[in-house]
């Protein structure tokens, strides 16, 4: 689980009086804050693989705090934003909602209200970083197969028998059998089942032989 000593709060404001305000009640439950008055400097500064969440101020000169999220995403770094703002825009708390903001607080922000959004984006950092190293440990093992073992997996995923896939790769059952049982092994599964899930989520998709017809 991620903690608040191992997240990071990006915090972009051009009003210093705010920054120094946030950082305060952030680096009072622990969390490390890095504060930046402009979005250019933040940008410039930004650590992606840094776990933590980002709050932006949504009214800035040059780039907004929508335009900066925007920014990020081009960049491919999905972080958990919260937005800031001292006057109520409801588009734009709208626009930023469906861009998949935590939350839009409105100045003076209140230190509870502040804490629980980001405590909401420590969570969801936390699945994200859960899901990424689960993926990774995926890959690794992936790796681990040899071109045709790897042939065999996007066979039985499709649902093919031993046989059938012999059939597809003009072999004998004997080495399918062989091929599918190591490639099982280094994969860490036992089960069908088990080896469809770890493929869906690699983005491994079924061989197409399995559409054809056998007679």
Known sequence: MTSASSFAVYLVDDDTGVLKAL????????????????????????????????????????????????????????????????VGDIPATVRAM?????????????????????????????????????????????????????????????GRLNKQIAGDLGTVEKTIKLHRSRMMHKIGVRTVADLVRIAERAGIAPSHQANRSDG
């Open 98 to 158: 469906k861009a998949g903001a935590i939350d839009f607080l409105t100045k003076p922000v209140r230190s509870q209200e502040l804490l629980a959004a980001v405590g909401l984006a420590l969570e969801q950092e936390a699945r994200t970083l859960g899901l990424r190293n689960e993926l990774a440990a995926v890959n690794d093992r992936l790796a681990k197969l040899t071109p045709r073992e790897r042939e065999v997996l996007t066979h039985v995923i499709a």
């Open 23 to 86: 950082t305060r009640v952030l680096n009072g439950k622990g969390y490390e804050v890095l504060a930046f008055s402009s979005p250019t400097e933040f940008l410039a500064q930004h650590d992606p693989s840094i776990p933590g969440c980002a709050i932006f101020d949504v009214s800035m000169p040059g780039l907004d705090g929508l335009e900066l999220q925007a920014a990020l995403k081009a960049g491919g770094v999905e972080r958990p934003v919260i937005f800031i703002t001292g």
